[in-house]
C-alpha cells in the first residue's frame, strides 16, 4: 500500500532552521498534492503548507509564511519542508499528507493518505 515516510524531524533551538523530507512510495507521485501538516499536544491538527502536483501552486499557513518553503521532487517521489527562525509554538509532530485535488488544502479531512509523523521540538 502507499507509504509516506518523514524524516528530518529533531530538536532544534530557537531561531535554528530544519528541513523535513517526506518519500513516497507505490503511488504515483506527480498525480498527487502534497500537504504538511503539524499537530502539538492538546491542539488539532493543522496546515503548514501545500504543493500542487508540479509545484506550480503552493499554500503557506498564515503562521509560517515568510520563513518556510515548500518543494517537491517528482523524479524521487519526494516533498521537503525548510523552516526557518523557528520558534517553540512550532513544535509540534509534523506529517506528509497525499491528496488528488487542489481542492481546500488546508484542511486535513480529503487527504487520502498520510505518513507516521516527525518531531521537530523548538528549545528557547
Known amino acids: 500500500q502507499v507509504q509516506l515516510v518523514e524524516s528530518g524531524g529533531g530538536l532544534v533551538q530557537a531561531g535554528g532552521s530544519l528541513r523535513l523530507s517526506c518519500a513516497a512510495s507505490?503511488?504515483?507521485?506527480?498525480?498527487?498534492?502534497m500537504g504538511w501538516f503539524r499537530q502539538a499536544p492538546g491542539k488539532e491538527r493543522e496546515i503548514v503548507a501545500a504543493?500542487?502536483?508540479?509545484?506550480?501552486?503552493?499554500y503557506y499557513a498564515d503562521s509560517v509564511k515568510g520563513r518556510s518553503t515548500i518543494s517537491r521532487d517528482n523524479a524521487k517521489n519526494t516533498v521537503d519542508l525548510q523552516m526557518n527562525g523557528l520558534q517553540p509554538g512550532d513544535t509540534a509532530v509534523y506529517y506528509c499528507?497525499?491528496?488528488?485535488?487542489?481542492?481546500?488544502?488546508?484542511?486535513?479531512?480529503?487527504?487520502?493518505?498520510w505518513g507516521q509523523g516527525a518531531q521537530v521540538t523548538v528549545s528557547s
Open positions: 499528507a497525499a491528496k488528488k485535488q487542489w481542492l481546500a488544502v488546508y484542511t486535513a479531512r480529503g487527504y487520502d493518505y
Open positions: 507505490r503511488l504515483t507521485f506527480s498525480t498527487y498534492v
Open positions: 504543493i500542487s502536483w508540479s509545484g506550480e501552486s503552493k
